[in-house]
């Protein structure tokens, strides 16, 4: 189910642009995927619909972009939930001072993920320690969980 956020602000949205050139959520790659999270409570949430070049096998999406998803969504997601922890409205804000990179991400393939169909990428917040972020994830096609994931993202020094 689409939540809709068109009156949310996207966390990619926030990032200064000298850090926002990312393949994959970057706002300032004109070639990127320009993947959007939004915190909506205590998760995330980002939609993308592979188009058919992103093929495995006939009808699934190729297991590299489902990774690339996930990890871009995973470092929005820790900063999101960095600036929620820090009392940082994302509403009001033009930039975020919170930019947070992959140490170590943890990819498990449950279902084949179809292509064409709207997906879904989910995140809760694991814990916080420091510089260290420790979220969890999920990417689901018509409300089926096709994989799930963890990522350890580290906020990067001012």
Same mark, same amino acid.
């Given at each position: 189910m689409h939540i809709n956020t068109k009156n949310l602000k996207a966390i990619q949205d926030l990032y200064p642009d000298e850090l926002a050139h990312c393949y994959g959520c970057g706002k300032s790659?004109?070639? =990127? *995927? +320009?993947l959007k999270t939004y915190l909506i409570g205590n998760?995330?949430?980002?939609?993308?619909?592979?188009?058919?070049k992103y093929i495995a $096998?006939? /009808?699934?999406?190729? =297991?590299g972009l489902?990774?690339?998803?996930?990890?871009?969504? /995973?470092? /929005? #997601?820790?900063?999101?939930?960095?600036? &929620?922890?820090? +009392? $940082?409205?994302?509403?009001?804000?033009?930039? $975020?001072?919170?930019?947070?990179?992959?140490? #170590?991400l943890k990819i498990? *393939?449950? &279902?084949?993920?179809?292509? /064409?169909v709207e997906l879904e990428l989910k995140g809760k917040l694991r814990s916080i320690e420091g510089r260290k972020i420790w979220v969890d994830m999920t990417l689901a096609a018509d409300g089926v969980i096709c994989v799930t994931g963890e990522i350890l993202a580290i906020r990067l020094k001012d």
């Open positions: 790659n004109p070639d =990127g *995927f +320009h998760e995330t949430v980002a939609y993308f619909t592979p188009e058919s $096998i006939p /009808g699934s999406v190729y =297991g489902l990774a690339s998803l996930l990890d871009c969504h /995973g470092t /929005g #997601s820790a900063a999101a939930f960095v600036c &929620k922890n820090e +009392h $940082i409205s994302l509403a009001d804000a033009k930039t $975020i001072p919170v930019r947070c990179v992959t140490a #170590s498990d *393939f449950k &279902k084949p993920t179809p292509l /064409g």
